[in-house]
């Protein structure tokens, strides 16, 4: 069964010909030619025809054109200004599924995504631009509630991050941060072989599950995370403290939680850093 009759290297090299793009990656597009991973992508995703799924860089439309026939709608975001006329014709099938926003991921709202698509989304599915790949599963995260899960190819140094444990190398303040939203829950590794043409670094896709939130205010915990990850070298009394905190009342803090003030950052897990934010007095 195909999923994508774009993910492979003769119909990739055939649109981006009849385009004129096929030397033009001006944004470092790695386009994926094996419709075995968008299978797997999609198994991960497990779509309903009422989720509205929100893409970001759909590129030529790979993973687009297997989106659309198992969705509701897919608001796709695309900053390269040379593609809507291609996703125009290798989505032309489901093309009335589509709504295609042309502009910068890290500045669409929540609010004109609902607009345009009519529904606000319900999982994050893409094979995402690697510079900004961490930042937009966060952003989406914090400012999407309505997205109950992520499914996104990433650098797979970044999937290490997004998983990793605390006291590990990959573990740090996006770590702590995420783990207010979400937990990974799968990831399968995909390899440079997999891209026209294959990128210097190894990827892996990860399946990302909405958690209920641990407490009510995310904002303060977040703001403990930043400054406990601001100086590693330090402390992390002497790191928040530099960073505004009352002494007075971090000692208490940490006396209450029994959480060490000479521990560093990155052996508190997040739950930690819950704990500590919530024994601190309100500003």
Do not use: W
């Not at 997205?147 to 605390?166: F, L």
């Not at 590990?168 to 043409?197: Q, S």
């Not at 303060?220 to 406990?228: F, G, H, M, P, S």
């Not at 403290?241 to 006396?255: C, E, T």
Request: net charge neutral.
């Amino acid at each position: 069964m195909a999923y994508s009759y774009l993910a492979n290297q003769r119909e990739t090299r055939d649109v981006l010909e009849r385009h004129g793009l096929l030397l033009k990656h001006r944004l470092g597009q790695n386009f994926l030619v094996n419709d075995g991973v968008i299978g797997r992508i999609l198994a991960f995703a497990e779509l309903t025809p009422e989720d509205v799924v929100y893409e970001v860089g759909p590129g030529i439309g790979t993973l687009t054109v297997a989106l659309l026939p198992r969705a509701r709608r897919v608001v796709a975001v695309e900053a390269d200004r040379t593609l809507p006329p291609v996703l125009a014709q290798t989505c032309a099938q489901d093309g009335e599924r589509l709504v295609l926003v042309q502009g910068d991921a890290l500045r669409v709202t929540a609010r004109e995504l609902e607009e345009v698509a009519g529904a606000a989304p319900t999982k994050l599915v893409s094979n995402l631009p690697y510079q900004v790949a961490a930042t937009v599963v966060l952003g989406t995260l914090q400012h999407m509630p309505s997205v109950s899960r992520a499914v996104v190819m990433v650098q797979a140094e970044v999937a290490d991050r997004m998983a990793a444990h605390p006291a590990t190398k990959a573990y740090g303040a996006y770590t702590a941060k995420l783990g207010l939203y979400a937990k990974v829950t799968d990831r399968f590794e995909v390899g440079p072989g997999n891209f026209m043409p294959p990128p210097h670094v190894d990827s892996a896709v990860v399946r990302i599950d909405r958690m209920e939130p641990p407490c009510a205010d995310l904002t303060l915990v977040t703001q403990v995370i930043d400054a406990a990850f601001a100086q590693r070298r330090k402390t992390i009394r002497n790191s928040m403290a530099a960073r505004g905190f009352d002494k007075i009342a971090l000692d208490a803090a940490f006396a209450s939680t029994r959480i060490d003030p000479r521990s560093r950052a990155e052996v508190l897990s997040t739950t930690d850093f819950v704990r500590l934010a919530q024994a601190l007095p309100l500003s």
